[in-house]
Every structure is written in C-alpha cells, then in structure tokens.
C-alpha cells in the first residue's frame, strides 16, 4: 500500500488520474531502463496489448509489478559485484514486488540464483533488507494483517471464479475427489523438469530466456487464474523474445507483436460468446505453449541459444 498513500487524502477522480499516470511512467520508465535500444514502436504500443491494457485500466498493482520484473530482468544480467548501488535498488525492488507472491514466485526464484551465479552479495542484501523493511512498515499499519491475507488467499479462487489450468480437463474425466492427487503430480512432474532445466542454465547449456519462458509456464498452470491481466505471468518472456528479435530482426519482430496483439484482443472477443468464456483465461496460454514448445523443444529451437541482453 505504499504506493499509494500520497493519494489517500486525494477525491477519487483525481487520485484515480493520478495513480494511472504514475503507473504508466513507471511502466515506460522501467521498460526503458531494462532494455536499452528497444524500439519505440514497441513501447509506444504496449498499452495495446490487452492484458496490459486491461491491468491498466483495472488500476490494480500487477502493472507495477510488471514495471518492476522487467527491469529486475533486464538488468539484472549486466549487474556487476562492483556496482552496490545498483545491486541494493533491484534487490529492493524484488522485496516489494513479493506482494503477489502467486504472480512473480518464479521471477523471484530466478533473480535470486541469478545474483548467487553472479556473486551479487549486495543484492541479496537488498532484498533481505527490504523485504524486512517492507515487513515491519506492514505490521505498523496493520497488525494483524497475516490473518487477513491468509483469509483472503483461501478465498481468492473462489471470489475471483478462476481455476487451475488444468481443472477443466479433469473434470472431463475425473471425480472432484481426486483433483488433489493430479495437482501434486503435474507439480512434481514440472518441478523436476524445472529442476534439470535450472541446472542446465547453471552450467551454461541452456539460455536463461528459455527458463524464463518455460518458469512462466508453470506458474501459470498453478495459478488460479479468471482475468486477462494474470496472463502476464507468462507473456512477460515473450515480450522480452520480441525485443531481444528486434535488434536483430525489426521487421519480423514487428510482425510478431502485431500478432500478439491482435490475438490478445481476438481471445477477448472471443471469450464475450457464452460457449468459448474460457478463451479468456486459457486462449492465450494455449497459443504460449505452442511457442514454447517449438522454442525449447521442436525447430526451429528458437529460444535454447538466446540470452537476456
């Protein structure tokens, strides 16, 4: 709630204009410091990717939390041991941005091992610390809030109609009972698979931009998702695929996000129609695992050899 104390005493109209224009600074801002020479067609046209556009308008936190994961992202590799100042603001930036633990888990597990790889040591300071900081001005505020988030976490599915991803093909087949069981073995099943991947990375055979995508993927799959704008959890490795293209290729990266585009607001289209509502949550995911799968596995194998740059 930090962010938002300034506009407290604020009449609503006014504090709502105020607090859309601080996220859209903080969001061209970031995207700008994270990827030096981004093209500018591209972050002039991220408000119309519909999650993006959607998380905006709603006025919720994740855009300030994108905001920050992509600068956590984009610098984060060029961070080097001498450059304290830098390492205690992104690790500082990492502590707030556990607010939505659910959204950036993966993201988090990432940067951290990533500073270890690096010997980061003041970002990891930085994180300690603020996320200590962020704790003790949390529980002056509101004491008991533990309770509360707890209470509220149990209750999100529920209150925000979302599901799992996999949900809907078990329930084709599979009594309610058993649901528990099935999520334990997909979690294992990926967890593994993200375990042997993150060890690849370690030893320097598979690029980080592959287990960005492949971490947005599971994260995804046990979020229980209902609204566009928790797409981004997965979408965020694609944006940065189609910044990393266009310093190579414009042209195809332009084409590239145009269709991204274009199909982020044909799913929602789409999903207004009562038979095809789940294209809402799962339309873009489904066309995400498609890229995935020819990015790490199939040709062109797109993704293996790329690094955050």
């Not at 060890?199 to 994260?219: D, N, P, Q, R, V």
């Amino acid at each position: 709630l930090i962010p938002v104390l300034p506009l407290v005493s604020f009449p609503f109209p006014m504090a709502q204009a105020a607090w859309m224009a601080f996220g859209l600074l903080i969001l061209c801002l970031a995207f700008a410091f994270a990827f030096f020479q981004t093209p500018p067609w591209l972050m002039a046209s991220l408000l119309t990717f519909y999650p993006i556009f959607f998380g905006f308008l709603l006025g919720n936190f994740d855009i300030l939390i994108i905001s920050l994961l992509f600068l956590l992202i984009g610098r984060l590799p060029h961070l080097t041991p001498d450059n304290k100042a830098g390492q205690i603001i992104l690790g500082i930036c990492l502590a707030w941005v556990t607010i939505k633990p659910q959204f950036i888990w993966f993201y988090c597990l990432f940067s951290l091992l990533m500073a270890i790889q690096k010997q980061l040591w003041g970002f990891l300071y930085g994180f300690a610390g603020g996320l200590g900081a962020f704790l003790a001005i949390s529980f002056l505020i509101v004491p008991n809030w533990i309770t509360g988030w707890t209470n509220r976490v149990i209750r999100y599915p529920s209150y925000t109609g979302g599901k799992i991803s996999i949900t809907p093909l078990l329930e084709s087949f599979l009594p309610s009972q058993y649901f528990a069981h099935a999520y334990l073995i997909c979690f294992f099943i990926l967890m593994g698979i993200l375990g042997v991947l993150l060890h690849k990375w370690h030893k320097g055979e598979f690029s980080a931009l592959s287990i960005l995508a492949f971490g947005g993927f599971i994260t995804f799959f046990f979020h229980p998702h209902g609204n566009s704008y928790e797409q981004l959890t997965f979408l965020i490795p694609v944006i940065i695929w189609i910044v990393q293209l266009a310093r190579k290729h414009s042209r195809k990266a332009a084409i590239a996000w145009i269709f991204l585009v274009l199909l982020s607001w044909l799913v929602f289209v789409l999903s207004r129609f009562g038979p095809l509502a789940a294209a809402s949550s799962t339309g873009l995911y489904l066309f995400y695992t498609i890229w995935l799968i020819f990015g790490i596995l199939l040709p062109p194998r797109f993704l293996k050899g790329l690094e955050i740059s």
